[in-house]
């Protein structure tokens, strides 16, 4: 089966840790993402890669940091610079047609900071 | 201005109801736009596509009104299994991080109602 996997589901973190969310996809698309949700709040971008070896800051950045050595693989480390980094945090990918940017979500890890 | 912005509700329906969501946008430039549901602690999931001529799926019709900058979501004989989150989603093309990045509302919340 094809998509976009995250692990764990459910993450716990002592305050003053470094955790790392894991985000693989077997769809071959070049694109992906990394957003938090809040309760009651809209999705935000925290970094985005849209192709191997190349990443940007999206506009919550601080206190994240990823990486891209891979096409299928776009790990996101959450570290205690985040000042408030319990939160919902979603992985997704887009393929790479023209003009369509839609974007396919895993299931998400559930962060809480203890 | 928000760049998305959604009537939080809840709208809270009978089943076999007729309901519809508005969303507004900011950027006139924008290409892109879609709708997602997103179920209570769950990933979001694509529901459809926005197109300028109108789209039709099954019970669910989506209008864009470019002038306007304003999209709708119609959802005709409500089940219950429709019951979740809608989120309205626009590419942001003059955006900071280029033309890939998605804006999301904060989404409309659907109770349908035995």
């Known amino acids: 089966d094809g998509g976009i996997t995250q692990s764990p589901k459910y993450l716990f973190r002592k305050e003053g840790q470094n955790v790392t969310l894991s985000c693989e996809q077997n769809?071959?698309?070049?694109?992906m993402y990394w957003y938090r949700q809040d309760p009651g709040q809209g999705l935000r971008l925290i970094y985005y890669?849209?192709?191997?070896?190349?990443?940007q800051k999206g506009d919550i950045a601080e206190g994240y940091s990823v990486s891209r050595e891979k096409k299928e693989s776009f790990p996101l480390t959450v570290t205690s610079a985040q000042k408030n980094p319990t939160a919902f945090y979603l992985c997704?990918?887009?393929?790479?047609?023209?003009?369509?940017?839609?974007?396919?979500f895993g299931p998400g890890t559930r962060l809480t900071v203890l | 201005r928000k760049e998305v912005e959604q009537d939080p509700g809840p709208f809270n329906v009978p089943e076999g109801a007729t309901v519809a969501f508005n969303c507004t946008y900011s950027?006139?430039?924008?290409?892109?736009f879609f709708w997602y549901r997103q179920d209570c602690r769950k990933e979001p999931k694509l529901l459809m596509s926005?197109?300028?001529s109108g789209n039709e799926d099954g019970r669910f019709t989506a209008q864009l009104n470019r002038a306007s900058q304003y999209i709708s979501l119609l959802i005709r004989d409500s089940k219950l299994s429709d019951s979740a989150t809608y989120l309205c989603?626009?590419?942001?093309?003059?955006?900071?991080?280029?033309?890939?990045?998605?804006?999301f509302g904060k989404g409309t919340k659907l109770s349908v109602i035995p």
């Open positions: 950027n006139s430039a924008s290409q892109s």
């Open positions: 890669s849209q192709i191997v070896n190349d990443f």
């Open positions: 989603v626009v590419n942001m093309v003059n955006s900071g991080a280029g033309s890939y990045q998605l804006t």
């Open positions: 769809l071959n698309h070049d694109a």
């Open positions: 926005v197109y300028s």
């Open positions: 997704a990918s887009s393929p790479p047609r023209q003009g369509i940017y839609e974007q396919f």
